[in-house]
């Protein structure tokens, strides 16, 4: 390779070098998290016979948190619930939520909340909007979650906690079963969170 | 609303307009010649209010598929005046119905197939069969509506209806048991009809109508609910065997032996699942009720 050719090729992997500088460092801020399924919760509760609130958890899910600490606007949220494992203590109940008066999990075997948007409130508030698809139907949906704490798990992995509670109405879903007089429209979730770093 | 109020104006009101409708083509003699047209519409007529006072009125294409039942009962109504072709033309009803049965079943159970809840070799498999198996329903029992007068075959339909809408509650769904239960109401007010107007007939049409919307009920509670394989075709067989009264051997016997016997095979086919469910439910000692 000749001297003077040599020279411009240093130089385009130098500008090069300077144009990809920021899209590294950004990469670098935006760092992956895991749902850990075993430390991390979904419970749900609904108003029975206008009378008490029944208390429901689903045992599995997965999910994947895109933490920029530096830029929240760059974050995301990924989460997906398996509608199959609806657990309310009784499993006669449990085989009815999962039928068509409810969730159909024969049709929609999953529920899903993609983030569109996360902006910081205060340091440990964050506004996530998002889509959330239940038996088929996807709604906009803004949450707020609170950032608990980061540490490290007892195999040493980084994990981040978030909490988040909110309320929605199940008709809006489709799942309109029992609204006269037998179960509430509204259904107040709490989704708690531990994630491990990838 | 309190639920059992719900329940009876879900049953109630849509038998009352069946009967109404009924009643025109009965008594009215302007209308008498038009029965035909007027009987399915009744039926069909009957169960899509029955549908959206139970479960709303679903968008279409429905993002629940057993909602399909809404649209499906209007097709019937139209394949139903088809089955008034003169007998020549009978096969042509029967082409059609069949297709049309094809069909729906795909849009029905198609999302198993796509949830992967049924394999694709499953699935097809249980769309050809259940398919048939309410095509050969409505093509044996259909000329029993144009033969039978009276209340003794709405009756027995209110039965097949009423068991099995019990066998689909305890299989839980009660959604399609209240709309199973409401076609039977419906159906049960052909049996006051029939006692009112001994003439009264409910005509192929609106036989076959009523065998399709129950047939596509049950297949319903097995692809999304729990009602087992083995009750289901306890429950086609059940509807099959309202036709075994033309079965020449006992074609011979007096009507009310007629009735009696078919009859106690309902009660036996779709009674007895109905039974082993409810004992099902009573042994899990869950203290559930819905």
């Known amino acids: 390779m000749s001297k003077v050719r040599k020279h411009r090729w240093l130089a385009y992997s130098g500008v090069l070098a300077m144009l990809m500088a920021p899209i590294e460092s950004a990469m670098a801020q935006q760092v992956t998290y895991r749902v850990d399924p075993v430390h991390s919760f979904v419970i749900f509760r609904v108003k029975h016979m206008n009378t008490a609130y029944a208390y429901g958890r689903f045992n599995s899910f997965s999910g994947t948190i895109v933490v920029d600490e530096k830029n929240p606007a760059n974050s995301s949220v990924k989460f997906e619930i398996d509608a199959n494992s609806i657990d309310t203590g009784n499993s006669q109940r449990d085989d009815h939520l999962r039928g068509p008066d409810f969730f159909n999990v024969r049709q929609y075997p999953k529920i899903t909340f993609k983030s569109t948007s996360v902006r910081r409130i205060n340091a440990n508030t964050f506004e996530v909007k998002g889509d959330l698809t239940i038996r088929g139907t996807t709604r906009p949906l803004t949450v707020r979650v609170t950032y608990v704490g980061k540490g490290r798990n007892p195999r040493g992995q980084e994990i981040i906690g978030f909490e988040t509670t909110f309320t929605l109405k199940r008709s809006q879903f489709g799942v309109s079963y029992g609204l006269n007089g037998g179960l509430s429209d509204e259904v107040r979730v709490t989704i708690a969170v531990e994630a491990i770093r990838q | 609303m309190n639920i059992v109020l719900h329940t009876l104006i879900a049953a109630g009101v849509p038998a009352l307009f069946a009967g109404f409708i009924w009643l025109l083509g009965g008594r009215i003699s302007a209308l008498v010649r038009f029965q035909w047209l007027l ?167 609106a036989v076959s109508l009523a065998l399709m919307l129950m047939a596509w009920l049950w297949a319903f509670a097995y692809g999304y609910a729990e009602l087992p394989a083995h009750f289901l075709a306890l429950l086609y067989l059940a509807g099959v065997s309202l036709a075994f009264n033309r079965w020449q051997p006992l074609a011979r016997l007096h009507p009310a032996a007629q009735f009696g016997l078919r009859l106690a095979l309902l009660l036996l086919l779709a009674g007895i699942p109905l039974l082993l469910s409810f004992r099902a439910y009573i042994a899990a000692q869950s203290e559930y009720l819905y």
């Open chain 2, 39 to 205: 009987s399915p519409v009744a039926v069909g007529g009957g169960y899509l209010l029955t549908h959206i006072l139970i479960s709303g009125m679903p968008p279409l294409p429905p993002t629940d598929a057993t909602h399909w039942l809404f649209y499906f009962a209007l097709a019937g109504v139209a394949l139903a005046w088809l089955a008034e072709l003169p007998a020549d033309y009978r096969w042509l009803w029967g082409a059609v119905v069949l297709l049309a049965l094809g069909w729906m079943t795909v849009l029905g159970f198609k999302p198993l197939i796509e949830s992967g809840y049924w394999t694709p070799v499953g699935g097809i498999r249980n769309v050809v069969l259940l398919s048939v198996a309410t095509w050969l329903l409505m093509v044996l029992v259909a000329p029993n509506g144009e033969q039978e007068q009276g209340a003794g075959l709405p009756f027995l339909l209110t039965t097949l209806g009423g068991l099995s809408a019990g066998l689909i509650f305890y299989n839980k769904s009660a959604s399609l048991g209240q709309l199973t239960g409401s076609l039977g109401a419906i159906l049960g007010m052909g049996v006051f009809l029939g006692w009112l107007l001994p003439a009264f007939r409910l005509g192929r049409g």
